[in-house]
Structure formats: structure tokens, C-alpha cells
């Protein structure tokens, strides 16, 4: 059984930083490739940042050039570093891993950025 939990969520001030980290844990396994997603109110869920283990990355086009997701495999750690975040970036955010042929989800943290 895989869990994941997110941590790193909380309240900035526009233009400011935060750091989400998932972390996985349970049984052995090896994560090919993770990402983040995020939902804000009254809004459908939305793709932030995807990175693989052969090294591919890619970000929703509004948040290219102030996010950067990276993973650390050997420690089952995937984080997202954001800067310079805006009001419109307030969500809350959800990791997800593939892991083994199976996908998990984090419960996900919320992030609220204040104008």
C-alpha cells in the first residue's frame, strides 16, 4: 500500500514563495513519473507540472517560468517550488504519482496567495 502526503501549503502575500513536497511511503516500490494538480474554488481541477523519470518536464502555460517541479527517487520525494505566486494561483494541490502501473493521489494541500 502506497500513501502520499503533501506538505508545504499555507498563506503568502502576491509575489511571494512556497514549497509543496509529496512524499511517498509504504511498500518498496519506484515512482516513474509524478505531478501536481490543483483545484480553486468553483473551478474544474487543472494540471500544474509533470515531471518523469527519464527527466521530462512540463507546466501549465501559466505558471512556466515561476514553478519548478523536481523529484528526488531515491527518497520517493517529488516537490514544487513556486515564486512569484498570484492571487489566481490560490488552490488547493494534489500530488500524483505513478508508481509500479498504479497511480495514487495525495489529500493534497491548500495554498492561498493574498493580493
Known amino acids: 500500500q502506497v500513501h502520499l502526503e503533501e506538505s508545504g501549503g499555507g498563506l503568502v502575500q502576491s509575489g511571494g514563495s512556497l514549497k509543496l513536497s509529496c512524499v511517498a511511503t509504504?511498500?518498496?516500490?519506484?515512482?516513474?513519473?509524478a505531478s501536481w494538480y490543483r483545484e480553486a474554488p468553483g473551478k474544474r481541477g487543472e494540471f500544474v507540472a509533470i515531471t518523469t523519470r527519464d527527466g521530462f518536464t512540463n507546466y501549465t502555460e501559466s505558471v512556466k517560468g515561476r514553478f519548478t517541479i523536481s523529484a528526488d527517487y531515491a527518497k520517493n520525494t517529488v516537490s514544487l517550488q513556486m515564486n512569484d505566486l498570484k492571487p489566481e494561483d490560490t488552490a488547493h494541490y494534489s500530488c500524483?504519482?505513478?508508481?509500479?502501473?498504479?497511480?495514487?493521489w495525495g489529500r493534497g494541500a491548500q495554498v492561498t496567495v493574498s493580493s
Open positions: 509504504g511498500s518498496a516500490f519506484n515512482i516513474v513519473d
Open positions: 500524483n504519482v505513478a508508481i509500479n502501473g498504479e497511480v495514487y
